[in-house]
């Protein structure tokens, strides 16, 4: 199984490699502009809502998961209460914030596909999904994620090339004197300090 985080493009979505919740919430998306609004509420069990505030050191926060969000399904109800404290090792979590950041910094969806083990609850499990990320706000200007997760298939053409947002185990890091989970190189110039 080839590992990464593949970036995909949205219009992808459109053109039938997505099931009919992604294609929903990338039209909700849409029509509010980007603001969030009462047009999510028939997606709510299976998104998972991020804090869209941009953090260079993490994955967002998560804020809440829908019962039947895939992470949820896979891991149990629990895992969202606590995600920072064992659930989600620092690996994976790495790797999958890139498309956090881009959705962030660029105001705009991101879809891609997720080929990787997840080390959870002193087990490992292959995962092989797509998400799509789409950023959203309130009247009042506060930033959220929402993030929608389904199985993939094996019928959608990946091209091998390198994943998104590499970080390096912490051990090469402390070897460069850079501190954190993640090296400068994986943030968007615009994004550096």
């Avoid at 028939?42 to 039947?68: C, K, T, V, W």
């Avoid at 993030?147 to 390096?168: E, I, M, Q, R």
Wanted: hydrophobic residues 40%; proline residues 7%; contains cysteine.
């Amino acid at each position: 199984m080839t590992e990464g985080v593949f970036t995909l493009d949205v219009s992808a979505v459109d053109s039938g490699f997505a099931n009919d919740e992604a294609r929903q919430l990338i039209e909700c998306w849409r029509r509010s502009n980007g603001l969030l609004n009462d047009s999510l509420l028939p997606l709510s069990r299976r998104l998972i809502m991020l804090n869209g505030n941009y953090n260079q050191h993490d994955a967002p926060e998560i804020l809440f998961a829908g019962n039947d969000a895939l992470a949820s399904r896979i891991l149990g109800d629990g895992w969202a209460r606590h995600p920072e404290t064992g659930t989600m090792d620092t690996d994976y979590r790495c790797l999958i914030s890139e498309a956090y950041r881009v959705a962030i910094l660029q105001r705009r969806p991101v879809f891609d596909l997720v080929s990787t083990t997840l080390h959870a609850q002193g087990r490992s499990i292959h995962l092989r999904y797509h998400r799509v990320i789409v950023p959203l706000e309130t009247m009042q200007g506060a930033p959220f994620l929402g993030c929608y997760s389904f199985p993939a298939g094996t019928d959608l053409p990946v091209a091998p090339g390198k994943p998104d947002g590499v970080c390096l185990p912490r051990q090469q890091q402390r070897k460069r004197g850079q501190a954190g989970p993640f090296v400068a190189a994986d943030f968007p110039s615009h994004a550096r300090a």
